[in-house]
């Protein structure tokens, strides 16, 4: 009976590392209300480029993504930078989003849903995480008027 636990309980934890994901690939889902979302961000001193070579795999898989939301989600996505660092040294980052009702805009999980190797999914998560500063705002909005129409 001890042998029978043991080989079990041996096989149960070889099936672990299979059935879950690492931490870095646990992406969770973002959505937003409204038609529209200003959201900004605080990227580290002398990470832009880091930052920016995440915004560029976010851009290549939601163009490789065969989810239909995925193109109306790039369509309406765009990315600003300041054009001047914050006296503290990081960069704000204000992503302008005209939203795609239900669609998902984590930033790894789109992402992830293209990339499927892991040690690239890892060195794409490092760079994000080690770049990003903070969240310091995100609001939704509707329309309240449309003066070119």
């Known amino acids: 009976m001890r042998r029978l636990f043991g080989v079990l309980l041996a096989g149960a934890i070889l099936m672990l590392p299979a059935l879950s994901q690492p931490v870095y690939a646990q992406a969770q889902k973002l959505t937003f209300e409204g038609e529209s979302v200003i959201w900004m961000v605080s990227i580290k001193a002398g990470k832009d480029a880091d930052f920016e070579a995440v915004?560029?795999?976010?851009?290549?898989?939601?163009?490789?993504?065969?989810?239909?939301?995925?193109?109306?989600?790039?369509?309406?996505?765009?990315?600003?930078?300041s054009t001047k660092p914050q006296p503290d040294g990081t960069t704000i980052y204000t992503?302008?989003?005209?939203?795609?009702?239900?669609?998902?805009?984590?930033?790894?999980?789109?992402?992830?849903?293209?990339?499927?190797?892991?040690?690239?999914?890892?060195?794409?998560?490092?760079?994000?995480?080690?770049?990003?500063?903070?969240?310091?705002?995100?609001?939704?909005?509707?329309t309240a008027a449309d003066l070119g129409k």
């Open 55 to 81: 915004v560029a795999a976010l851009k290549s898989a939601l163009a490789a993504s065969t989810d239909p939301n995925a193109k109306q989600q790039a369509a309406g996505w765009k990315i600003l930078k």
């Open 95 to 142: 992503h302008h989003i005209t939203v795609v009702p239900g669609a998902d805009y984590g930033v790894m999980a789109n992402i992830y849903a293209a990339v499927k190797d892991p040690t690239e999914q890892r060195a794409i998560y490092d760079k994000y995480v080690g770049a990003f500063d903070k969240n310091i705002l995100q609001l939704s909005f509707t």
